[in-house]
């Protein structure tokens, strides 16, 4: 079966630091991989999707970034967080090729600006 | 662009009550519209979902009902107990790589 893993659990930056945010999907080959931010009680904002290795969607212009080195491996980074950077970020995969099926999410990264 | 209309955004019932949260979608392209549970802290986990070629689809106490011509969907929980408290989102894709979220509905279950 199909599992998807993101770390690390929580996080507490400064402002101006660095970010990396890991999410490794294990069972299934080539698929869709989103990263996806959420604000203390508010929806889900798509930040990037892929489609495949070194494919990257963006959604929304900001100081974030995103790379797919590896089939199953997703990372989000930032060079210089901002607070407005705050929430709660998640993961998610999706069968390739298929537009009715549906999205799995990772347990999440929450993120905290100080 | 496309567009998820979701209400109510929050509802209120007395345990053992039925909750009917409805989802309006502007892509008539859409075939798919899967319903995610969010507890408190949690990830979204799916709970049903729905492809174009059904009108209604029914798993236990939940159900989804799909009305293409009027391009809206709604989730039914009958005989709600304090567990189902959680927020719900709705979502569509329309087969490219993006799913539409609505913007969730927090539901209350009042023992």
């Known amino acids: 079966s199909q599992t998807i893993h993101q770390w690390p659990a929580t996080l507490v930056q400064p402002v101006g630091s660095p970010l990396s945010l890991e999410c490794t999907v294990e069972g299934t080959s080539n698929p869709n991989l989103y990263w996806y931010r959420q604000a203390a009680g508010r929806g889900l904002q798509l930040l990037f999707y892929?489609?495949?290795?070194?494919?990257i969607s963006s959604e929304v212009p900001q100081n974030l970034s995103a790379s797919r080195p590896q089939d199953r491996q997703f990372i989000l980074s930032s060079k210089k967080l901002l607070l407005s950077d705050s929430g709660f970020y998640l993961c998610?995969?999706?069968?390739?090729?298929?537009?009715?099926?549906?999205?799995?999410f990772g347990d999440g990264t929450r993120l905290s600006i100080l | 662009g496309e567009n998820v209309e979701q209400h109510p955004s929050t509802l209120s019932v007395q345990e053992g009550d039925s909750a009917v949260i409805k989802c309006t979608y502007s892509d008539s392209a859409s075939n798919y519209f899967p319903w995610y549970k969010q507890e408190l802290g949690k990830r979204p986990q799916l709970i049903i979902d729905?492809?174009?070629?059904?009108g209604e689809k029914k798993d236990q106490r939940i159900a989804v009902t799909l009305n293409k011509t009027a391009k809206h969907f709604s989730l039914h929980i009958t005989e709600t107990q304090p567990e189902d408290s959680a927020v719900y989102f709705c979502a569509s894709t329309s087969g490219t790589y993006k799913y539409i979220f609505g913007t969730g509905t927090r539901l209350k279950v009042l023992a």
């Open positions: 892929s489609v495949g290795i070194g494919q």
């Open positions: 998610a995969w999706s069968v390739a090729g298929s537009s009715n099926q549906p999205q799995h």
């Open positions: 729905i492809r174009s070629n059904v």
